[in-house]
């Protein structure tokens, strides 16, 4: 396997893990949970 070969596998490789975090911050399904953890620094004890 050329070197060039490899570097572009981990860039394919990258980008996948990107899109799906992006994919999965953006969900509605944690939409809830993550509206409840922006609000922990405000809370009161």
């Known amino acids: ?3 060039i ?3 572009s596998i981990f860039t394919v490789v990258c ?3 990107f ?3 992006a ?3 953006f969900s509605r399904r ?3 949970q ?3 953890a922006g609000r922990l620094p405000l809370a009161e004890d």
């Open 34 to 36: 993550f509206e409840e």
């Open 1 to 3: 396997m050329d070197i």
């Open 23 to 25: 994919v999965w911050a």
């Open 30 to 32: 944690n939409k809830a």
């Open 5 to 7: 070969v490899a570097r």
């Open 15 to 17: 980008l996948c893990v």
């Open 19 to 21: 899109v799906g975090i």
